[in-house]
């Protein structure tokens, strides 16, 4: 299995707090992503990155922040926790463009 | 609106029969497209990949088409085992948005010993 390592793998927490969740990577693949996973709507891209410091927004990422300091971290951020932010949220990683993604086992999160 | 469609109901069947799980889409024009399993509590794991220039691709008993005329691909089991119940993701790298990708609901099939 790739080296991926999603932290915390549980989490609750209330409305209007933050949150910081971490990936972590051990294949020096390029790109990164964060993903949400939820009933009837499948898996949708949160926000990615192409580099360290470079990241571009997906197809969810109203109330999301991201940062990438170092290849191997990329931290996704919720910075007021809303209930609708419940999720399973995974990390992803690629080498190349189009490449095949490997998945972290995610983090299940429950915004009270 | 971009939209992918995989088996709106659960699939069963049962062992040693060919299971065959499709993926609809419209409005896109990927280049390549994925296919994905996931284990309850796990992440998604990579299957296959096919490019938009291929017709089917295999492997081992897996085999995948793409039709972009139809805007469909068809993934098959053959020789199913219960170790193969699991729900199948397909995922489009939508031409022209980068790194996008973007992924169906995904089905649930059960292989009934």
């Known amino acids: 299995d790739a080296g991926i390592t999603q932290s915390p793998r549980h989490k609750v927490t209330e409305t209007g707090t933050p949150v910081t969740l971490r990936c972590h990577q051990t294949?020096?693949?390029?790109?990164m992503y964060w993903y949400r996973q939820d009933p009837g709507h499948g898996l949708r891209l949160i926000h990615y990155s192409y580099g360290v410091k470079d990241t571009d927004k997906g197809e969810v990422s109203d109330g999301y922040s991201v940062s990438r300091s170092k290849t191997e971290d990329f931290l996704l951020t919720l910075e007021s926790a809303t209930s609708s932010q419940t999720s399973v949220y995974f990390c992803a990683i690629s080498d190349r463009v189009s490449q095949p993604q490997h998945f972290g086992d995610g983090t299940r999160l429950s915004i009270l | 609106s971009q939209k992918i469609e995989q088996n709106s109901e659960a699939l069963n069947i049962q062992e040693g029969k060919t299971a065959t799980l499709t993926c609809n889409y419209t409005n896109y024009s990927p280049a390549y497209l994925q296919w994905y399993r996931q284990d309850p509590g796990r992440g998604p794991v990579f299957l296959l990949l096919i490019r938009e220039n291929e017709k089917e691709k295999r492997k081992e008993r897996l085999k995948v088409t793409f039709d972009t005329t139809l805007k469909q691909s068809l993934f098959h089991i053959t020789a199913s085992q219960p170790a193969d119940s699991a729900t199948y993701l397909c995922a489009l790298d939508a031409l022209g948005t980068g790194n996008q990708f973007y992924f169906g609901t995904g089905t649930s099939l059960t292989v009934i010993p």
């Open positions: 294949e020096n693949h390029r790109y």
